[in-house]
């Protein structure tokens, strides 16, 4: 198959595949908001806004050419670099001598965290398409491309810069350590001249201080667990591997075992090791959305081609490529959770009402979507209704707010935004300035649902012990 028709054939169908789920919103990561919201400001005043920090120009930039469009629109963006970055894998498994390329790239493609990924306004799928390029570049030799390449990734979301170092690896040639030298040294040289050049806005607005993004709090064992497993693979896909990897490692005489030193004696394969072993150690320090894992995944499945049994690689695929339609639970007690299929079966547990649902993930991130447009549009007509001057603590809820408010520009308050609307001011948390100044101005404080426990666990401000009361939509 030549490799434009391999391209175009992976890339049709990826994009196809992505179209029935653009609507509804940005997505449930309200960091898709963000996006929107950075893009309009920029657009409309003329001056850079990070839509949260470290900044991601690149797509804060191009978002802001198109951003009168709305979120179908901003989601095809999302969609289209999908679809190109999973053609882009195809064509370097294919380089790679792997005979189901085609697997390898729709398995990719298919992965419940990358296809709800694919349809929304997030920056990890136009990173990974930089990153397939310069993957291919460097496959090629060319390290000065290459790294140009990276460098436009890094501006799309700058935690992939940890790429530097595996990617090296591609020029490395143990017969002329000069010349290894010489062709890594171009590959970190244009990367960092594109990335530093790509954040130049961000560093001229916040200074230095941009750099300091990690957030405070360090999830639960139990969340970490269930974002590296169910949040990224699905149920039938964890499964899969999981007992599929188990069988082929206690079976070891069916798998070609190699040592981990000759893997890396092995240039190309080198660089997937590396990568996974990169991003364990990325995820360790910080470990918060599933959306971090995306960029091992496809250095893993090229992993597991090369070392498992065919038959086996082949059903475990099959399964991760199931798990995106098939399986899910998730709690159905707040007043954005997705509502149920009649395919489901509702349980009980310590006080949460949960579903197990036969329909997979990426119609459960669509049904959850369309729940917070509702939600955030019952909050934006209840706040309406208010006659007195009031705030709203709205935590993770703002940019939502922000974006279903047709016209309007919000204010910025390093590094949160907040907006007034009528005789209610939205806030994103209320620190001990904010809560002077409302006491002070007579204003009746609000908070919507499980923001208050945030707003504790950052300010340490009790609430509901200040006078503050939740805001229930519908209810005032």
Known sequence: MKTYVLFLLVFSVVLISRLPFLDAGYGTDTDGCRVATAARYIATTGEYKASRLPGFPIIEFTCSLAWKNGARFLNLLTAFMSAIAVGMLAIIAKKYGCKDFLLIAFTFAFTPVVYISSTITMDYMWAIMFVMFCWYAGLFGKPFVAGSLLGIAIGCRITTAAMTLPFALLFLDHDNWKLSFIRILKFWCAAAVVAITAFLPVFLTYGWHFFTFFGPAFPPIATILKTITLDVWGIVGFSAISIISFLVLVRKKTIHIVSLTSLFLQRNFSVCIAVLILFVIEY???????????????????????????????????????????????????????????????????????AVDLLGPIFNDHERRLQQMRFVQAVIATSDSIGYKSAVVAGAWLPSIIENTQGSIPESEFSDFSMKRNNVEFVNLMDKRLLLRFKKNGYRIYYLKTVEGYNYSVNAIDLRKEGAIELIPGKI
């Open 284 to 354: 360790a320090i910080h470990p918060k959305d599933p959306g971090y894992l995306i960029p091992p995944i496809p250095f893993f499945l090229l992993i597991i081609a090369r070392y498992f049994p065919r038959r086996q690689f082949v059903l475990m695929c099959g399964l991760i490529i199931l798990s995106s339609f098939v399986g899910t639970i998730d709690s159905i007690d707040r007043p954005w959770s997705p509502k149920p299929s009649k395919l489901s079966i509702l349980l009980d547990i310590s006080g949460r009402s949960i």
